[in-house]
């Protein structure tokens, strides 16, 4: 007689319990690290902001519904939608990847991990509108940064042993991992304050080196691409610090 299968919840698994912990209790530091993050941030939306040329794109882009406005939504650079954070990570995440101009991480798996800006930049306005619509401080570059590292670290380490594509996953997969990780993370109480709830433990997925293991320009951005699309994103930087 065949044995019925337990209904018992298994134990997570010890790298979904490692990535929570990294997320929720590290804290960067290095001066590298966030300075490489803000220099993707502005490529990224550089690339972003010259994808809007292209109809092709532009026409995957808005809300479901024409002509819905999500009162303080998030916003799309470049364009006049505020839409819900799910709808604005895809629109935003659209722009940033069409061109395939934005950084690269070569490992065992491959990637372009600025495409998590899709979802921290769409998180991270939606929250920032949120908090002034109730008389509370916005978020600020350096917040969407350090979710940068986060990101590109927890995409870069998972990419260095695994190779996805070789059992037939797409490499995006590591993107809807990173981003879920540091979406879900509360933002106000860790990464505006730069405080964890609780002492830093010292995790497992990687030590913060003066290379940051999932940051990592690609060959596009170190052409003359990057002075055009850094003059383009440098208005909407400076704008958003306000």
């Known amino acids: 007689m065949p044995s019925r299968a337990s209904n018992a919840r298994p ?34 939306l550089g690339c972003g902001f010259e994808a809007l040329a292209y109809p092709a794109c532009t026409k995957l882009m808005g809300p479901i519904v024409a002509g819905t406005t999500v009162p303080n939504g998030a916003r799309v650079p470049g364009t006049q939608f505020q839409l819900d954070p799910v709808m604005a990570a895809f629109n935003i995440g659209c722009m940033i990847r069409w061109l395939d101009f934005n950084d690269t991480w070569l490992a065992a798996e491959w990637g372009h991990p600025s495409d998590n800006l899709g979802g921290i930049l769409a998180v991270a306005d939606y929250l920032s509108r949120q908090a002034v619509a109730s008389g509370e401080p916005s978020l600020t570059v350096r917040d969407v940064t350090t979710a940068m590292v986060k990101a590109h670290e927890i995409q870069g380490v998972l990419a260095l ?38 002492p830093v433990a010292a995790h497992s997925l990687s030590s913060e080196m003066p290379s940051v293991s999932g940051i990592q320009m690609s060959s596009s951005t170190r052409s003359g691409r990057w002075r055009s699309r850094s003059r383009r994103a440098s208005p909407a930087l400076s704008a958003s610090r306000t």
């Open 11 to 44: 134990a997570t698994d010890k790298v979904l319990l490692q990535i929570a912990e990294y997320v929720d209790r590290y804290v960067p530091k290095s001066k590298l690290a966030l300075e490489t993050a803000r220099l993707a941030l502005i490529d990224s």
């Open 161 to 198: 042993d695994n190779s996805f594509n070789r059992v037939g996953l797409d490499h995006v997969l590591l993107v809807r991992v990173a981003s879920t990780a540091v979406s879900m993370v509360p933002w106000p109480d860790i990464m505006t304050t730069g405080m964890p709830s609780w």
